[in-house]
């Protein structure tokens, strides 16, 4: 797939899902936007891209949202497609504590963000005809596997719905939004959400007993992105392994 002269804008770009999709357009000759608040991780992924875009930012504040998109128009006059990536989790449960802090921090992120650039963008890719790409979860399809992730599901839940909401909207102006739900991947996910748990602890929770890789994921962010899927809109594509069938 050949992305020539497209303009591609990625948040969370700085590593994990984000930077693997980052360096898959760039690769396929887009012009990629690579958005992140870890600078040092930043300059690591546009070494592996094609004279990115690099844009140090927090979209969960409105003025670095705002920033993101006027410096990409900037830099490159047009955008293409919008992969929302960026996002995390954090511990809180109802009964057990830091329920509304939680839920805050990771609603501004997952959730608020994701609404705020896809607003954001709008104007841009009704002009032309783009497309939207939004990371959510497997989590959003399913109750959390322990109390303290009660959060984080419920905001991929509504990532995943934001999505289909949104493709209703914008599907009359020939612009395509779609969703990918990954499983377990190979990420600083863990690292980052200070959890206890191994890879190798998820690979019991699928039915192919393996952990995805990054790239996997981003092969299929390219598809959706692509004119080979011009028919798709309002889905949500699961990669996981099995993991959802195995908890069915």
Request: proline share 3%.
């Amino acid at each position: 797939m050949s992305f020539a002269n497209k303009v591609v804008l990625v948040t969370g770009a700085s590593s994990g899902i984000g930077a693997a999709v980052a360096i898959a357009f760039s690769a396929a000759g887009a012009k990629v936007a690579i958005v992140g608040r870890n600078e040092s991780k930043l300059s690591a992924v546009a070494a592996k891209c094609t004279n990115p875009l690099v844009i140090r930012a927090d979209i969960t504040k409105d003025k670095d949202a705002l920033a993101v998109i006027d410096k990409t128009i900037k830099k490159f006059g047009q955008l293409d497609i919008l992969i929302n990536n960026a996002g995390l989790t954090v511990a809180g449960s109802i009964l057990q504590g830091d329920m509304m802090k939680a839920y805050d921090n990771i609603m501004d992120i997952n959730v608020r963000a994701v609404v705020q650039l896809t607003t954001l963008a709008a104007p841009h890719l009704l002009k032309t005809k783009g497309n939207i790409v939004n990371i959510s979860s497997i989590s959003g399809l399913l109750t959390p596997a322990y109390p303290a992730a009660i959060n984080y599901n419920v905001s991929k839940a509504a990532v995943t719905h934001f999505s289909k909401c949104a493709a209703v909207e914008f599907a009359p102006h020939g612009v395509r939004v779609n969703t990918v739900s990954p499983g377990p991947v190979k990420t600083d996910f863990l690292e980052n959400a200070n959890s206890q748990n191994t890879w190798d602890d998820y690979k019991t929770m699928t039915c192919l007993n393996r952990v995805s890789e990054p790239d996997e994921i981003s092969d299929l962010v390219l598809f959706l992105a692509s004119d080979k899927a011009k028919g798709i809109t309002g889905s949500n594509f699961v990669s996981d392994n099995g993991a959802c069938i195995k908890r069915a």
